[in-house]
Nanobody, 124 residues
């Protein structure tokens, strides 16, 4: 079993930055891809970014490409999401997820374990 715990959310003004972290339990973390998703008010949970097991390959949604960066530190069992140039439309609960398969998937069904989420609010 894998447990994921997100942190780093908060309130920020438009144009600002936040860095989210997701700490994972279990030795299997370093062998699997990880992803970040978000769910805004009244919206479905949507893909944000994904990273393969060793951090070499990454994949982003068009809405965050060039502004967000996903990375991971396997020695610390942690994945990060650096968010720059934040916009009000980035306001959402952000979730990290782990996929027990060797593929970067931009859909919820591609992930097997989820964190509880962390709130990000961007004011205009």
């Amino acid at each position: 079993q894998v447990q994921l715990v997100e942190s780093g959310g908060g309130l920020v003004q438009a144009g600002g930055s936040l860095r989210l972290s997701c700490a994972a339990s279990g030795r299997t973390f370093r062998t699997y891809p990880m992803g970040w998703f978000r769910q805004g008010p009244g919206k479905e949970r949507a893909f944000v970014a994904a990273i393969n097991w060793n951090g070499v390959s990454t994949y982003y949604s068009d809405s965050v490409k060039g502004r967000f960066t996903i990375s991971r530190d396997n020695a610390k069992n942690t994945v990060f999401l650096q968010m720059n140039s934040l916009k009000p439309e980035d306001t959402a609960v952000y979730y990290c997820a782990l996929a027990q398969r060797n593929a970067l998937a931009p859909v919820r069904s591609g992930y097997d374990f989820w964190g509880q989420g962390t709130q990000v609010t961007v004011s205009s």
